[in-house]
């Protein structure tokens, strides 16, 4: 079986990808230092303790498992937060990235998929938004994820390390049975706050601007189920088996939902209605952001499953059955 060495596998993604690669037939371990990361959401597979910031520390895990692959979901992502300290967020996401691919080509693992986020576009000029699209990250965080990007391509031509960058839009959603699912601290993502106001944990929600020129006057996003985004990451890596390839994909539906569309269909899933409050617009914020995803389907024959519905559905879920997150587990 072959083996795929996770980093940031005990994360929220990263450990849904686990649970897909090992039902595509694959053998995860995970990585990660748990500073943001959750035993709990391992379960099953080998877990090594380490961090990215430490070249012995990723080589010699690469040294024991001698994996066949790497999953790269390991990273700091708020983007406020790297606003306020782009030192750390170019620490963890640069340096960890290159002391992760340094260790590989030392010793010869030549796949890797990196998680890369249309943050790395900015305010979009055109929609859907194409995979060439301009450049303009408006914060650290997307800084760095397009300067590990162009790591890649480098150190393709360089020493023949074969990537796949996917450009995530939003991500949402659990693991179709609940059984984990999204805890990040603090969380900033609209759908668990959401649900947290429906059990009641927040008094009300706030949407930030009614009045841009999008369908109902709040802000439209792509919002892709984290178990289509999982399989995202096996289609490429399968590319990857017998392409000597880096390229890049924007991993989205292809649609966009408004802010009260978001809200609607979660009072509609759990049934509990809520206060929603209007605020004033955040600086920085587009009006619409959704993928062009004709690129990824084409190539990597990959197509995405899920509906708003289902990420909710999953979502509530998951949150009901851990309130307290994986504090409940
Ligand atoms: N969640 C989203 O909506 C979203 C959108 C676009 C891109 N992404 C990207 O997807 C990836 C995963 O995101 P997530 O939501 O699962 O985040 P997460 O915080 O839940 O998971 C990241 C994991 O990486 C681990 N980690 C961080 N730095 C590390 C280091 N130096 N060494 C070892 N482990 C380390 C953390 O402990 C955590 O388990 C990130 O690279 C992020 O930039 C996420």
């Known amino acids: 079986m072959k083996k795929v060495l996770v980093t940031g596998g005990a994360g929220y993604i990263g450990s849904i990808a686990c649970r897909v690669l090992k039902q595509e037939g694959y053998e995860p371990i995970v990585f990660d230092n748990l500073e943001f990361g959750h035993s709990q959401s391992v379960g099953e597979f080998e877990i090594i303790e380490g961090d990215l ?47 992760l691919f340094h260790a590989m080509i030392e010793l010869q693992i030549n796949k890797i998929v990196f998680s890369s986020t249309c943050a790395t576009y900015g305010q979009p000029t055109h929609l859907p938004v194409t995979e060439n699209e301009t450049f303009k990250p408006e914060s650290p965080y997307g800084q760095t994820k397009l300067v590990v990007e162009q ?15 996917l450009r995530y839009f939003n991500v949402a959603g659990a693991w179709p049975d609940g059984s984990i699912g ?118 990597l024959k990959w197509e995405p499953k899920y509906s708003l519905r289902d990420i909710v559905e999953s979502a509530w879920k998951w949150h009901t059955t851990h309130p307290d997150g994986y504090k409940d587990m």
């Open 151 to 165: 790591m890649l391509d480098w150190f393709y031509r360089a020493y023949g390390l074969n990537s796949i960058r």
């Open 53 to 99: 910031r430490s070249y012995d520390s990723i080589k010699n895990a690469l040294v024991t498992v001698r994996p066949d692959a790497v999953m790269h979901f390991a990273a700091y992502l708020s983007v406020p937060e790297s606003v306020e300290h782009p030192i750390k967020y170019y620490e963890n996401n640069v340096i960890g990235s290159l002391n």
């Open 182 to 299: 999204e805890d990040h601290n603090p969380e900033v993502h609209i759908i668990p706050l959401a649900l947290f106001t429906s059990m009641g944990k927040r008094k009300s929600f706030t949407i930030f601007g009614n009045d841009y020129s999008t369908i109902d006057g709040t802000n439209v996003r792509d919002y892709i189920h984290v178990v289509d985004l999982a399989y995202a990451h096996v289609s490429a890596l399968n590319y990857l088996e017998d392409h000597s390839v880096t390229d890049y994909f924007n991993v989205g539906v292809g649609a966009g939902y408004s802010n009260l569309q978001i809200i609607q269909m979660i009072k509609q899933v759990t049934t509990i209605d809520f206060s929603v409050e209007i605020a004033a617009r955040r600086p920085g914020d587009a009006p619409e952001i959704y993928a062009d995803n004709t690129k990824i389907k084409n190539i």
